[in-house]
Nanobody
Framework: QVQLVESGGGLVQPGGSLRLSCAAS????????IGWFRQVPGKEREGVSC????????YYADSVKGRFTISGDIAKNTVYLQMSSLKPEDSAVYYC??????????????????WGQGTQVTVSS
């Protein structure tokens, strides 16, 4: 069965860094695209970044571009989100999700068929 498990969240000071992990099981990661999303209470879930097996490209929301880096390790079947220069507005529950291979940009929200349970990131002094 398909599972996505996020880890690596926690409390970090503004300007600090965290690395989130998305461990995939039940499917072969290299045939799919993985997206990172975040959500705060009362707000809609926001797309942050994605990595596409179809073309090997990565994409970022404007709000995180230059600060976050997405990468994948096929051998470990894991996708990472390295977050640097963190801001309080980055605080959210971060989710990873799976979609079929995409060839241009990130998949649409409704194309993600499996989601992890999320990991909390809190950026505060």
């Amino acid at each position: 069965q398909v599972q996505l498990v996020e880890s690596g969240g926690g409390l970090v000071q503004p300007g600090g860094s965290l690395r989130l992990s998305c461990a995939a099981s039940g499917f072969t990661l290299d045939y799919y695209s993985i997206g990172w999303f975040r959500q705060v209470p009362g707000k809609e879930r926001e797309g942050v970044s994605c990595i596409n097996s179809g073309d090997g490209n990565t994409y970022y929301a404007d709000s995180v571009k230059g600060r976050f880096t997405i990468s994948g390790d096929i051998a470990k079947n894991t996708v990472y989100l390295q977050m640097s220069s963190l801001k309080p507005e980055d605080s959210a529950v971060y989710y990873c999700a799976r979609s079929v291979i995409h060839w241009s940009g990130c998949s649409e929200y409704d194309e993600y068929d499996y989601w992890g349970q999320g990991t909390q990131v809190t950026v505060s002094s």
